[in-house]
C-alpha cells in the first residue's frame, strides 16, 4: 500500500525560498506520477506541479511557472518541490498526490494523498 508523507514547510519571507519533500513509502516513486497541489486559506485545492513518470515532462501552473521546480530523487524515493522568489499568495497548504492515470490536473485522478505541509509567507 502506497503512502505519501510531506515535509519542509515552514514560514518564510517573501523572496525566499524553500525545499519541500514527498516521500513514497510501499512503491518506488517512479511507479505514480507525483503531482503537487496547494490549497490557500479560503480557497479550493489547486495544481501546483507535476512530473510525467515516463519522460519526466514537467508542467507548472502559470503563477508558479519560473519560480518553482519539481524534481525526483530515486536514492531518496521522493518528489521534491523547489520553491524560489516566494510570494504572500503562495501561502498555502501543500499535498502531494499520486495517481495512475487521468487528467493529471483533476483532483479525481489521484486515488492517494500526503496530510499536507503548511508554508506561510510573510509579506
Known amino acids: 500500500q502506497v503512502q505519501l508523507e510531506e515535509s519542509g514547510g515552514g514560514l518564510v519571507q517573501a523572496g525566499g525560498s524553500l525545499r519541500l519533500s514527498c516521500l513514497v513509502s510501499g512503491r518506488i516513486v517512479s511507479a505514480y506520477d507525483i503531482t503537487w497541489f496547494r490549497r490557500a486559506p479560503g480557497k479550493e485545492r489547486e495544481f501546483v506541479a507535476h512530473?510525467?513518470?515516463?519522460?519526466?515532462?514537467?508542467t507548472y501552473a502559470d503563477s508558479v511557472k519560473d519560480r518553482f521546480t519539481i524534481s525526483r530523487d530515486s536514492a531518496k524515493n521522493t518528489m521534491n518541490l523547489h520553491m524560489a522568489s516566494l510570494k504572500p499568495e503562495d501561502t498555502a497548504v501543500y499535498y502531494c498526490?499520486?495517481?495512475?492515470?487521468?487528467?493529471?490536473?483533476?483532483?479525481?485522478?489521484?486515488?492517494?494523498w500526503g496530510q499536507g505541509t503548511q508554508v506561510t509567507v510573510s509579506s
Open positions: 512530473m510525467d513518470r515516463i519522460y519526466g515532462v514537467t
Open positions: 498526490a499520486a495517481r495512475n492515470s487521468g487528467d493529471y490536473r483533476s483532483l479525481s485522478s489521484y486515488f492517494v
